[in-house]
């Protein structure tokens, strides 16, 4: 593992307590392609957002300790619709279309697009968006349009990179420092930068202490 990720440091009980959330029940609920299919706005609500292939099901699956809670596939652009999964009582996450995936049909694209909009402007239970950032490659355009967006709908949101196992710890440093710089200059954004592997398992209870914060107690 890196000697240290340029991740913040969390009080014992709540990693436990992030620790206790992700391991309990975690249940799919459902795909939607439409707003109207959207489940019941009963439970503080997290949604992942992201470049396709950044790495959304692998870190929700990585988060639950579930090898296939979500589904992952080495083709970029594979989620096309919002899938939300169920954690007990407690917490609904959502796993949102990649964006950005350029071979995808301009039309299906385009409603991709709007449906994330829709969702992220008009959703009163989400508590925050987490935006996934690929560590090799740092914040892109599509990634800021996406900033933006949640700027402007009041949407806290947190920037989450991932894939830090791909490249050198010194670039990995200079590459959280320039993406939490960044940050800094969006309303809406949290100020941690968390990053994250989710083959390696680092900064997995970092995200999963996070989220306890967020979710209904115990």
């Known amino acids: 593992m ?121 959703r009163p239970n989400l508590r925050r968006a987490l935006v996934l950032i690929d560590s090799r490659h740092g914040i892109k355009d599509n990634d800021r349009h996406i900033m933006a967006l949640l700027d402007d709908a009041a949407v806290n949101y947190q920037l989450i990179m991932t894939k830090a196992d791909k490249i050198k710890p010194g670039e990995l440093t200079r590459t959280h420092a320039t993406v939490a710089t960044e940050a800094k200059s969006h309303v809406a954004a949290h100020p941690n930068v968390l990053v994250t592997s989710s083959t390696e398992g680092w900064g997995i209870p970092e995200v999963q202490a996070a989220l306890s914060e967020l979710a209904l107690t115990e």
Request: proline letters at 7%; glycine letters at 10%; zero cysteines.
């Open 2 to 122: 890196v000697d240290a990720l340029p991740n913040p440091q969390f009080e014992p009980r709540t990693l436990d307590s992030g620790r206790r959330l992700f391991a309990g029940p975690a249940d799919f609920v459902l795909g939607a392609v439409e707003l109207n299919q959207l489940p019941a706005g009963d439970l503080p609500e997290i949604t992942f957002a992201g470049r396709s292939n950044v790495g959304k099901s692998s870190l929700i699956n990585a988060l639950t300790g579930r090898k296939a809670l979500a589904r992952t596939s080495v083709t970029p652009g594979r989620t096309q619709e919002i899938n939300f999964f169920r954690l007990g009582n407690r917490l609904m996450i959502s796993d949102l279309p990649g964006y950005g995936y350029a071979k995808a049909p301009k039309g299906k694209v385009d409603t991709w697009t709007q449906l994330i909009k829709d969702y992220l402007r008009g």
